[in-house]
């Protein structure tokens, strides 16, 4: 059964459209991947799934409800998790206080940080430290942390592995793989590192000018770096 499902969706900035009609589906339990080059309108998409920029044409179903026109908190109440490009977490506030944010942000309780903290060892030994002095690979695991507060049934994940080195990387890679286990989670991951989504995705579509199509081996060969 689909979770998600966007439907001709067109959206960009002030005059700029960047998605074209943009159209696929997730299915629930799946980790879709949505490989891209800069600038091809991946981070745009996640913006307009998770209602950060409006649609200016098409539909996003989610768990067989109309979310198009729905605010950001709205899609984030209904399920709908988003870790952006970047992170954005509070740098002046703990990482147990960026995780109780999220969690009373979102309606739930405070409890529910404690139960995500626990997933995530990395995080345990520095729950008092403030989020702006931790490494960029630390930042990237508390943004996941964060978000998995608001309890969403779909993960947005923008670039998770951008400007973090191997190690990281791959502590990134095994904390989704066991998060989607433990969590039951549906996963929509943009990249351009080829090898960090082939290790995770159980299907790969292409971004290319704004427009998603299914996956060619040869064009995914040329974005691996
Ligand atoms: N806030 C914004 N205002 C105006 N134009 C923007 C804005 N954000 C992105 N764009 C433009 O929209 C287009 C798509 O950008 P987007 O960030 O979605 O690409 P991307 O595939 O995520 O690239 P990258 O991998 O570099 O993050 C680009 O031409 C970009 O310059």
Do not use: W
């Amino acid at each position: 059964m689909s979770l998600l499902a966007a439907s001709g969706i067109e959206a960009g900035y002030g005059q700029m459209r960047v998605l074209t009609d943009v159209r696929f589906e997730v299915e629930e339990g799946e980790f879709l991947g949505i490989l891209g080059h800069n600038g091809m309108g991946k981070s745009t998409l996640l913006k307009a799934l998770c209602g950060e920029i409006p649609l200016t044409r098409g539909a996003i179903a989610f768990a067989d409800r109309d979310v198009g026109k729905l605010a950001v908190h709205a899609r984030a109440r209904a399920g709908i998790g988003y870790v952006p490009q970047g992170r954005q977490i509070f740098p002046a506030l703990t990482v147990r206080e960026n995780m109780l944010m999220a969690a009373l942000g979102s309606g739930r309780p405070a409890t529910v940080a404690d139960r995500v903290l626990a997933k995530f060892p990395r995080l345990q030994p520095i729950v008092d430290r403030a989020g702006g002095v931790l490494s960029g690979g630390e930042q990237q695991i508390l943004a996941l942390a964060r978000c998995l507060c608001g309890e969403p049934k779909l993960l947005l994940l923008d670039e998770p592995t951008e400007g973090v080195q191997p190690s990281i990387r791959d502590e990134i890679s095994d904390t989704l793989l066991r998060l989607r286990r433990d969590f039951g989670l549906t996963l929509l991951l943009v990249e351009q590192n080829i090898q960090f989504m082939q290790s995770l995705a159980d299907r790969v579509l292409h971004m290319e000018k704004g427009r998603v199509s299914a996956g060619h081996d040869e064009a995914a060969g040329a974005l691996a770096f």
